[in-house]
């Protein structure tokens, strides 16, 4: 394993490039506390300032009646991904919605909307990862949608909640992505093949567990730069999520 000191990353073997957490750009706004897998708002590095169609994943933390005010957004495709409380939503789509832990939030901005995000709880914090990917296609009709994942449906196994088709009843995204999240734990174990010409990223949002025999813990991401077969294993209490490119 190598340390690429001017990226910020490690070279491991078979195409699998290590983000590690503590190399990712951090942010205290007091009310929200942020870590950045790539560039994003004051942090900046022309070494990550995407991977595939992947532009922003944020760690966040905001705390109880913290809220990010009204603001546009155009041609992006943004979900957040609750991992612990509750998010509230509004927009100029006239939706609103409120996503507790275990849950997603989509929103394809396309041609362009305002939005407000909150948490409603004001008195605990709520974590979240909010990730953009760059669309397929520009000027669209803006969306919106919401959706649930069963503890049942990730645990031990990757589950699809955003694909470019909506198959097997994930919500229609688009960017040539397919978005899958997964629970690891004890001896349960995960292998995946990924499609010939693709490559993948995945961010572990709690826990740790190995890819490929290669250790990853809380905050990591993972470069996956050739197609081959995923051997996920050794899981303690993860959770993450798993990004698939064609």
């Known amino acids: 394993m190598t340390l690429d000191t001017k990226t910020k990353s490690k070279n491991l073997a078979s195409g699998l490039v290590l983000r590690p957490e ?117 000027g669209a009709e803006p969306r919106y949608d919401t959706l649930d994942i069963s503890p049942e449906a990730k645990d031990g196994k990757l589950a699809l909640f955003l694909s470019p088709t909506g198959r097997d009843g994930s919500m229609s995204i688009r960017a040539d992505a397919d978005i899958y999240a997964a629970t690891l734990n004890g001896d349960q174990r995960i292998d995946h093949e990924m499609g010939d010409g693709t490559r993948g990223w995945i961010q572990v949002a709690r826990g740790s567990v190995t890819v490929n025999g290669e250790a990853l813990r809380r905050g990591d991401g993972l470069a996956i730069r050739e197609s081959g077969r995923l051997e996920l294993r050794n899981g303690d209490d993860a959770e993450f999520l798993y990004f698939e490119f064609s």
């Not at 005010?69 to 100029?92: N, V």
Request: aromatic residues 10%.
């Open 22 to 138: 503590e190399a990712r750009g951090k942010a205290d706004h007091g009310w929200l506390r942020a870590a950045h897998s790539f560039s994003f708002g004051s942090y900046y590095d022309p070494d990550h300032m995407a991977f595939e169609s992947l532009r922003v994943i944020n760690d966040d933390w905001i705390d109880g009646g913290g809220a990010f005010p009204t603001h546009p957004h155009k041609d992006a495709e943004i979900f957040s991904y609750i991992l612990k409380g509750g998010l509230q939503h509004r927009d100029s789509m006239g939706n609103g919605s409120t996503v507790m832990a275990g849950g997603v939030q989509y929103m394809s901005a396309g041609s362009g909307v305002r939005h407000s995000e909150s948490n409603p709880s004001q008195t605990e914090p709520m974590q979240l990862l909010q990730v953009w990917l760059l669309p397929n296609v520009e």
